[in-house]
Each structure stands twice: as C-alpha cells, then as structure tokens.
C-alpha cells in the first residue's frame, strides 16, 4: 500500500516543506518592493552624502522581480504536487515511470532556478550591505535609518526580510535537490517494477509454449510399425 511507501510520504513531506520555503522568499520580497517603492535593493549602490543621505543608483527591478517569480512558482508547483500526492495515498497507488520522469525533470529545473534565486538575493544583499557598512557599524543597523528622504524609502525591515529571502531561496534549493533525489529513486524503483514484469510476462510466455508442446505430443503419439509375419 502507498501508507507503507517511503519514498511517497518523504515526496509528500518534503513538497510540504518547499512551500513554506517559497513564501519566505516570495512574502518578504514582496514587502520589501513596497516599502522601498518600487526601488529593489539588490545590487544597488550609491554614494553617502555630507548632510548623512545615501544618494542611490538603483539597480535593475528585474532582481527582485526574478526572486519573487521563483517564489511564486515554487509555492505553486508545490501545492499541485501535495494535492497529486495526497491522491496517490488516497488511493493506495504511485506514480508510474513517465510521471516520474517528469517528476525527476522538474525538480532539476526548479532546483537550478532556486539556486539562481539565491545566488542573486546573497551576492546583490551584499553590494548594498558594503555601502551601508562605510557609515554603519554593522548592515542590520541601517534598519530603520532615515538615509533616502529623497526616494521616501522605509528601511524598518529591510535587513529581516532580505535575510529572510536569503533563507528561503538556500533551503529551497536544499530542499528541491533533496526532492530530486526521491523521483530519481522513485523513477529507478518504477523501472524495476517494469523489467520485472516484463520478465514475468516473458515467463508465463514460455511456460505457456511449453505446455502446449507437450499437449501436443501427447495428443499425436509416435506409432511404432512392427515388421510383416510371414
């Protein structure tokens, strides 16, 4: 029964576990892009000014528009396979080889856009933390600093939500590879379960063949022809 399939229930749990990890990255950013108006802190750099303003070259929103896509699908493709799981254990079935091939395929992709997610939100939370740090003791103490009266940004939570996201898009990676590893069992469990009925059927076959060889011979049995008396 699927109750009693390991690799089922550590799918199952560890699609649970990659959509909460989607909303640390997706929820955070989100708020992040509201309170800074638009503006995406993510590469961004600039020069601080006498009067103790952070004059900014915003960089590309493109960087936080990426992340947030990648949350948002995580957390979609997520809940469509809890549901296709919690049907397999409904039912006391599991996937076939095709869908779990595609399975092993699509945890590959999502894995690698995961990892570009946080390569981005790591590297691009950087570039601005060094800016802030040339007048702050410390990054997170720039939450909450009055330093862009110009852009009318709020900088309360930046520093909680962009670690929050950094979090997020890491374990989510961890997570996906740790997914790709169970379809990738799940795909070679479901190849043996194929060959080995191809066996058994090419068995049946065989023993099928040769009792209707020796139905035969016994149906036409060899006449032995004794020789003429005279």
């Known amino acids: 029964m699927a109750l009693n399939n390991v690799i089922l229930l550590s799918q199952m ?3 649970v576990i990659a959509f909460i990890l989607s909303l640390c990255i ?3 950013m989100t708020l992040h892009q509201d309170e800074f108006r638009g503006h995406c802190l993510l590469f961004s750099s600039g020069e601080w000014q006498d009067s103790g303003q952070f004059f900014v070259h915003w960089a590309s929103q493109a960087y936080c528009n990426y992340t947030i896509f990648v949350g948002v699908v995580l957390s979609i493709i997520s809940i469509l396979q809890i549901y296709r799981m919690s049907i397999l254990i409904y039912k006391g079935t599991d996937s076939n080889f095709l869908s779990a091939f595609f399975d092993v395929v699509g945890c590959f992709v999502l894995c690698g856009l995961s990892l570009i997610a946080a390569l981005v939100i790591t590297f691009g939370f950087i570039v601005w933390c060094n800016d802030m740090t040339m007048r702050f003791p410390s990054c ?5 600093q009055d330093i862009d009266k110009q852009d009318g940004i709020d900088t309360s939570n930046f520093y909680i939500e962009l670690g929050t996201a950094q979090f997020g898009a890491w374990a989510s990676m ?10 990738l069992l799940k795909m070679f469990q479901q190849h043996e379960i194929q060959n080995m009925r191809a066996s058994m059927l090419r068995e049946r076959q065989h023993l099928i063949n040769e009792t209707g060889s020796e139905k035969q011979s016994k149906s036409f049995p060899e006449t032995t022809h004794s020789p003429p008396k005279f």
């Open 26 to 28: 997706a929820i955070p």
């Open 174 to 183: 961890a997570c996906w590879v740790g997914l790709s590893i169970f379809a």
């Open 140 to 144: 997170d103490m720039a939450s909450g």
């Open 13 to 15: 749990a560890g699609y």
